[in-house]
């Protein structure tokens, strides 16, 4: 996604910035590519000129909502964000040759002791995903007070993410305080094919509060899409645990409780359902902030995770949802009662009224791995 415009953007308040048109086939859902890939911010969601949600139609993105995390400028040419698009139905494979892929030149806009912008050659790229993938926390590495709707970035431990995967934050809010939207890279952004450590992450906060050192901000789930010296980066992950506050709503009270996650691996099923996320209550709502609104309940089964999709809904974005009650496991059934929004304008959200819209999928949790390293350990040389 590469701006078409030069424009001017304030920290913590959505900017609506034109891009280079994309078309995408019928049959497609898109979700972003995750990894901030512009200096100034992040792209939340994107908007169809035809402002149709009608999955069988094509169509035509020429506009993202973009959440600067600093003031400044964007200019025309920058890239300003990635899109994954997957292709439904049948034969996915020969549909995507339909789709020529383009090459072009674009700028990417850095930090490195100030803005700095790089113009380099680009390409869009298909991929295969293994359905395979790990889990990995993403841990406090210090004390910050937070104040809703004021996105932050906050340090965490340092996680390496192997090259030829795609990193997808867990959805559904993993700390009572708020959702981590993206991970935060300094320096110049990497490819795909390259390792990458991160060491910050965009934290939204949902709730005033205070997140303290060793809570557990979110989960990770990390996607393999390529083959490779898999074996290596990954027995790193699976000789290890990771400890962390689990920080949690009982009531009205945020309670924290130190949990140990043992490493494994999860195998996601290739099919999934589209569920809609409506409102189960009426409010008025302003620009730019933040709310949570109640919401239908839905119903996950155990074994499910969810991951929202983008241009669902052209006056804001649905970031998340939730329960004010213990955390679940993956392995849990789960119910949620309330959804994390960001409108774009001033609006009313009347009940029934059409949320967003996530994709659910099921999973197996694959612990062999884990019987494996302790029997062939030696047999996989670590870094």
Do not use: C
């Not at 953007?9 to 995408?24: A, F, N, Q, S, T």
């Not at 699976?238 to 140990?260: C, I, Q």
């Not at 089964?301 to 669902?312: D, S």
């Amino acid at each position: 996604m590469v701006a078409a415009e030069d424009v001017g953007v304030k920290r913590g308040r959505v900017k609506r910035i034109g891009i280079e048109p994309i078309d995408l086939l019928p049959s497609t859902i898109s979700s972003i590519l995750s990894v901030v890939r512009h200096a100034l911010g992040m792209v939340l969601d994107v908007r169809d000129v035809r402002d149709s949600m009608n999955i069988d139609e094509p169509k035509r993105l020429e506009e993202v909502y973009f959440l600067p995390i600093e003031n400044g400028f964007v200019k025309e040419g920058d890239l300003l964000g990635v899109i994954k698009v997957f292709i439904l139905g049948k034969e996915p494979e020969l549909r995507m040759v339909e789709n020529q892929l383009s090459k072009r030149e674009i700028k990417i806009a850095y930090t490195n002791g100030g803005i700095r912008r790089t113009a380099v050659k680009v390409s869009e790229m298909w991929y295969r995903r293994w359905h395979l993938a790990e889990w990995i926390p993403l841990i406090s590495d210090e004390d910050v007070n937070v104040k809703k709707g004021n996105p932050i970035l906050i340090r965490i431990s340092s996680i390496e993410i192997p090259g030829n995967t795609i990193p997808v934050p867990l959805f559904i809010m993993r700390n009572a305080y708020g959702i981590v939207l993206d991970l935060h890279l300094h320096g110049r952004p990497k490819k795909i094919e390259e390792n990458r450590t991160v060491s910050e992450v965009l934290f939204m906060p949902v709730f005033d509060g205070e997140v303290q050192r060793g809570d557990i901000l979110g989960v990770l789930n990390v996607y393999n899409v390529s083959v490779g010296e898999r074996s290596k980066s990954l027995m790193k992950y699976l000789l290890r645990s990771f400890k962390g506050n689990l920080v949690y709503w009982k009531g009205d009270e945020v309670l924290r409780k130190e949990f140990e996650i043992k490493p494994f691996h999860f195998k996601r099923s290739s099919m999934g359902r589209i569920e809609p996320v409506l409102a189960a209550e009426s409010k008025e709502l302003k620009a730019d902030n933040l709310e949570v609104i109640k919401i239908e309940e839905i119903d996950f089964p155990a074994g499910t995770i969810v991951q929202p999709l983008i241009g669902t809904n052209g006056s804001g974005t649905l970031l998340d949802v939730f329960t004010k009650g213990p955390l679940k496991m993956v392995e849990d059934e789960k119910r949620v009662d309330r959804a994390v929004f960001l409108p774009y304008r001033d609006m009313e959200i009347r009940e029934g009224d059409l949320l967003g819209m996530i994709n659910v999928y099921h999973v197996t949790i694959l612990y062999e791995p884990e019987t494996l390293v302790l029997k062939h350990g030696g047999l996989f040389p670590m870094r």
